[in-house]
Structure formats: structure tokens, C-alpha cells
């Protein structure tokens, strides 16, 4: 049985990754530190737990003492790229400090397990042309991108240092079930959904016709599985759905869903948000024989809305 380490692997993307690793009857060992994840997420998936901060080198080298030996790390823990501005210091210690600590421990392993990076498509910036694809020129604009940057960096260089095997992905909007929202974290569609639900009306930041490309939790984790035991070299792969939807037809689909008819709220843009997002998801499609299966609508309709149903009691 291959042990699989999930780094952040209480939080959105790492418990439904966790869960389908599970399933597959994987030694599943999860690492996280609860500030966003929860334990919650994780029940009824057979896995072992430590609460403990990527960031922390002296978190890693007890975990090392633990668990000497892992097969494949896959690497989610993060912090928010909406909170990389109000605290560039904490998002450098997480998204740097973290692959580091990952890094040196899978290099003492032999073999090396293979490391699995969950990037960010916003390293793109705003395009020149669209859709956007791994060819185009990296143009960060908040310290979470340079910061996932500089991750990619040091897993290329590690790779060749120690052959220690990786792929690179780099995400478009992920959505889904068990997505937590708060006062500081607000991803766009589980914010929607939770503040129609109360009959309160959502806030639309700048004009509403930026645009996003959504790809639903399902999609990546049934890529990251795929990535297991495909050599991808050190080229970065895009997953999207390949779709652009701006944040006012988002808007218009939830709450034609729902029956909800009051206009939304309206405030400034945020500061280093990308203007558009469409990404070209054909080099994953074919390196990984995969593609993404759900609609925006049937992701938003069959899974974030019973889900969100259910935490608010409705």
C-alpha cells in the first residue's frame, strides 16, 4: 500500500483530494494546521492526522521523525492569495518556507517521492491574448503569485538537484463543496450562494465583467489522481475548464437558480485582482488523458448549493 501525504489536507481542494485517495485504499496521511481546513472535512475518510505548520522547520523535522518514508507528497497547503497584500510575510513563510521544508524532506527519502504542487493560474497576470496557455509570459501581480513562483523555482531546481520527480499545476478558480467562507476568506461562488440563501444581496467587486475560469473540485482531483504515476517533467500544466465566465453572468446563473431577484451590492475593485481568466487546458487534456466533466451550472446546482443548504440548515 503507497503511503500519500496530503499537505492542506483539511481544507477545500486537500479533503476531497484526501477522500478520493482514501477510497482508492492509499496510506493516507494528512498535515495540516487548521487555520483554514477542518477536521470536519475529513470525516468518514480513513487517514491519518498532524496538525502541524508547513512553514515551521521544526514541524517538518518531528513529522520526519514520524513518517520517514512517503511515496507521493502532494503539496496544497497555502496561504490565500486574496490575503497575500494585507500580510506578504506570512504568505512568504507558508507558500516558500513550505515547499522548502517539503523539499528537504523528500530529498532524504529514497526514492524520492514524487511531489505534486498545486500552483496558481493568476502567475499568468493579465494576458496579452486569450485563452491563456503555458506559453504565455508569467506576470504576477500580488505576492501570492511571486511567491508560488518562486515555489516552482525551487521545485525545478530539486528535481534536478536530487531527481526527486514533480508536476506543476497551476490551477484556474477552483469551486466546490466545503469551500469555507469568512470575513477575511470569500471565494466568489460559495459567497454567492451562503448570502442568496439568506435572502441577503452578494457584493460584486469593480464592474462585474471580469471574468474567471471555473473548473469544479471533482475535475482537479481527478487530475491530481491522474498525476500519480505520469512523468510530466518539470513543465507546468494548466487545469481549467477552458470557459469564461464573467462575474455578473456568474451573478445571473446562481441566482436564476435560486429564484433570487435582488441586484447585487457594488464595491471597489481589488487591489492586483486580473482582469480576465480563460485558460487553454489542452496540453493537461493530453499529457494526462484528462478532462474536466462538470458544467459550471451542474457543479453549482447538484453540489454547491445542497452543500451549502445543509451548513445553514435550509
Aim: a positive charge; glycine letters at 6%.
Amino acid at each position: 500500500m503507497r503511503k500519500i501525504l496530503v499537505t492542506g489536507g483539511a481544507g477545500f481542494v486537500g479533503s476531497h483530494l484526501s477522500k478520493k485517495l482514501s477510497e482508492m485504499n492509499f496510506d493516507v496521511i494528512v498535515i495540516d494546521d487548521l487555520s483554514n481546513g477542518r477536521r470536519e472535512n475529513l470525516e468518514g475518510v480513513k487517514h491519518r492526522f498532524f496538525r502541524l505548520d508547513v512553514s515551521k522547520k521544526s514541524h517538518f523535522i518531528k513529522f520526519s521523525q514520524m513518517i520517514e518514508h512517503v511515496d507521493v507528497i502532494y503539496h496544497l497547503a497555502c496561504h490565500p492569495r486574496s490575503l497575500s497584500f494585507q500580510n506578504p510575510w506570512k504568505d512568504v513563510s507558508v507558500n516558500v518556507k513550505g515547499i522548502i521544508n517539503v523539499l528537504e524532506y523528500a530529498k532524504k527519502i529514497h526514492p524520492p517521492p514524487k511531489i505534486i504542487f498545486s500552483s496558481n493560474s493568476g502567475i499568468y497576470g493579465t494576458p496579452h491574448k486569450l485563452p491563456i496557455d503555458e506559453s504565455m509570459p508569467d506576470q504576477p501581480s500580488t505576492p501570492y503569485d511571486v511567491d508560488k513562483l518562486a515555489a516552482e523555482y525551487f521545485l525545478k531546481i530539486y528535481h534536478d538537484a536530487y531527481h526527486i520527480p514533480i508536476t506543476i499545476f497551476r490551477f484556474a478558480t477552483v469551486y466546490g463543496s466545503r469551500q469555507r467562507v469568512s470575513r477575511k476568506w470569500k471565494p466568489v461562488i460559495a459567497e454567492f450562494v451562503i448570502k442568496m440563501l439568506k435572502h441577503i444581496p452578494p457584493t460584486i467587486e469593480g464592474d462585474g465583467c471580469q471574468t474567471r475560469d471555473f473548473i469544479h473540485v471533482s475535475d482537479v482531483v481527478n487530475a491530481l489522481v491522474r498525476a500519480m504515476d505520469i512523468d510530466t517533467g518539470k513543465s507546468v500544466l494548466i487545469l481549467s475548464s477552458n470557459t469564461e465566465t464573467s462575474i455578473n453572468d456568474l451573478y445571473k446563473t446562481i441566482s436564476n437558480i435560486l429564484g433570487f431577484d435582488a441586484p447585487p451590492k457594488k464595491a471597489p475593485p481589488k487591489l492586483g485582482d486580473v482582469r480576465r481568466m480563460w485558460y487553454d487546458n489542452s496540453k493537461a487534456k493530453r499529457i494526462l488523458n484528462w478532462e474536466p466533466k462538470t458544467t459550471l451550472r451542474d457543479g453549482i446546482e447538484k453540489d454547491v448549493i445542497p452543500h451549502y443548504k445543509k451548513v445553514l440548515g435550509i
